[in-house]
């Protein structure tokens, strides 16, 4: 996580205020750099003192991290053979040259090609004209500090988002699978209970009794049942009996095939859950068709909920090169937003296709719905962080979608023909099959 020193560094350079500047001043020119000093005085720059530090002409540290170095030489010459001795040392180090103005002065395309950033030709080098240069040298080098350290916090913040909007996506994933296994065990309660009641109240104790009569007329079994007042009552009440015996197995039959469906059906969940939380966030080998099939599962029991009806079409059979966690969660994501766009649709008119397809070098996913659609502005804002037209949206799930994607070397693209027209989203990879 992002600390608060790490906000204020953003906000005031990881320089410390007292810490001076150091500026480099090199020069063959004998007494200037003591001229130099001398004119200027004290002064600061950001708020920091601006200390000049003497560099001979024979003699200066090109391991020393100074970020300004003026470069005062005596003519061309000079100024080609300090800058040649100075190429690939200073790389942290910008570098200021002062040339009194001369008839053979080199181009500047010569200087900036040996590491020159600023270019000053002046007819005379006088020190306020270093002051000024070495002022508006060091408020940009602090400008261009602070923009580094805060661009810096903003992608380290941009990732921080990112792997929580990532946890967010696998939390409501999981989420909607407890949701699902819940329904899914409210079945099973359910028949167990029918289950329970229809062997609490069954007919087979009237059973156990009817044989007890017949045991008891064993021996003279056919005048019992063709004389006796109650023998000849039992044929029919057997035939009684056998009709309600045969439709207690029927309800049980039925009761017991909705708890074995729906114990296989949240076994299947939960291993295609664990699968997708298992799996290493690295890109590996997927099947696109596998990752649509295992978000399908996690979201059936939503899906039926609703009467959504979903049709997957499998055109590219093979494997690419993506985390599959990551995947599934952006499949996941557009199917959820489909979903909501269809929620004002008639129960018997909401439809979502999930196709794969190969092109020449690319291989896409494409979710289309028949929902609410979007307008011209919606669809330009879509992956804009924070922007959403759900009451309840936190505007970063097709933001984060397309980092996902673009992490995986993808891409992803949203339309809609207008408002009422629903709308199509489409997961774009590039063409590298894995065998």
């Not at 090199?26 to 004290?42: D, F, W």
């Not at 060091?138 to 661009?151: F, K, P, Q, W």
Request: aromatic share 4%.
């Amino acid at each position: 996580m992002v600390t608060a020193r790490e906000r204020q560094t953003a906000a005031n350079p990881s320089h410390s205020p007292a810490e001076p500047w150091r500026v480099a001043v090199l020069t063959s020119q004998a007494g200037l750099y003591n001229r130099i000093t001398e004119s200027l005085g004290a002064f600061k720059v950001e708020g920091r003192t601006v200390e000049l530090i003497d560099w001979r002409h024979n003699n200066f540290p090109l391991t020393e991290r100074i970020p300004l170095l003026l470069l005062l030489p005596e003519d061309r010459w000079d100024a080609l053979e300090l800058l040649t001795r100075l190429r690939g040392d200073r790389q942290q180090t910008r570098i200021v040259l002062i040339l009194e103005l001369l008839e053979d002065a080199p181009t500047e395309l010569q200087l900036m090609e040996l590491g020159v950033n600023d270019i000053r030709l002046v007819e005379e080098i006088m020190p306020m004209v270093i002051r000024n240069l070495v002022c508006a040298n060091l408020s940009l080098i602090h400008a261009v500090r602070e923009r580094e350290d805060a661009c810096r916090l903003l992608k380290r913040l941009e990732g921080q988002v990112l792997a929580l909007s990532h946890k967010a996506g696998m939390a409501e994933l999981a989420a909607g699978v407890l949701h699902n296994v819940g329904n899914l065990l409210n079945g099973i309660t359910t028949s167990a209970e029918a289950i329970k009641h229809i062997t609490k109240h069954s007919q087979v104790e009237k059973l156990s009794k009817a044989n007890m009569l017949l045991e008891e007329h064993k021996d003279n079994a056919a005048h019992y049942l063709t004389h006796d007042e109650r023998g000849k009552m039992l044929p029919k009440f057997l035939q009684a009996l056998e009709k309600s015996l045969s439709r207690e197995n029927v309800k049980l039959t039925r009761e017991s095939y909705v708890v074995q469906r729906n114990a296989r059906t949240i076994d299947q969940i939960i291993k295609t859950q664990q699968a997708c939380v298992s799996i290493d966030e690295e890109d590996r080998r997927s099947d696109l068709n596998e990752v649509i099939r295992h978000t399908l599962t996690l979201m059936n029991g939503c899906l039926r909920q609703h009467q959504v009806q979903v049709e997957q079409r499998e055109d590219f059979k093979g494997r690419l090169m993506v985390s599959h966690s990551k995947a599934v969660q952006v499949v996941s994501n557009l199917i959820q937003n489909a979903l909501d766009a269809l929620m004002d649709n008639p129960a018997d008119n909401r439809h979502i296709e999930v196709i794969t397809e190969a092109g020449k070098d690319k291989i896409r996913v494409v979710v289309t719905d028949n929902g609410s659609g979007m307008t011209p502005e919606q669809t330009a804002n879509l992956f804009r962080f924070g922007y959403t037209t759900k009451s309840k949206g936190h505007g970063f799930g097709l933001h984060s979608s397309l980092h996902f994607m673009r992490q995986m070397g993808g891409d992803l693209q949203g339309s809609s023909e207008g408002a009422g027209k629903g709308a199509t989203f489409t997961m774009t990879f590039q063409k590298r099959p894995v065998i």
